[in-house]
């Protein structure tokens, strides 16, 4: 079975940090790109970053350029979210995803809650 298992998140004062992980197993990980999206109470889902792990690019929505890093530990099948200089517009629960890269067959992950207080 795939599996997705979002982790790292909770309470943090603004200004602080928190990394979040993506436990995936169940598919060939190094065909997929995996992100991260989130949603806050009241507003859509917003993709915030995807690394593919053939290749590695990378993609980061504005709003956490220079203060979200994305890496992956292909031998382990995880993806990293290292977030720094959180703001309380970052609370929100993140989602891990999984896309292949040639048919976008998508896979979802349980959400993690982040919180960020002012």
């Known amino acids: 079975d795939v599996q997705l298992q979002a982790s790292g998140g909770g309470l943090v004062q603004a200004g602080g940090s928190l990394r979040l992980s993506c436990a995936a197993s169940?598919?060939?990980?190094?065909?997929?790109?995996i992100g991260w999206f989130r949603q806050a109470p009241g507003k859509e889902r917003e993709a915030v970053s995807c690394?593919?792990?053939?290749?590695?690019?990378?993609y980061y929505t504005d709003s956490v350029k220079g203060r979200f890093t994305i890496s992956s530990d292909n031998a382990k099948n995880t993806v990293f979210l290292q977030m720094d200089s959180l703001k309380p517009e970052d609370t929100a629960v993140y989602y891990c995803?999984?896309?292949?890269?040639?048919?976008?067959?998508?896979?979802w992950g349980q959400g993690t809650q982040v919180t960020v207080s002012s």
């Open positions: 169940g598919f060939t990980f190094n065909t997929y790109a």
């Open positions: 690394i593919s792990s053939p290749d590695g690019k990378i």
């Open positions: 995803n999984a896309d292949h890269i040639v048919t976008r067959k998508g896979y």
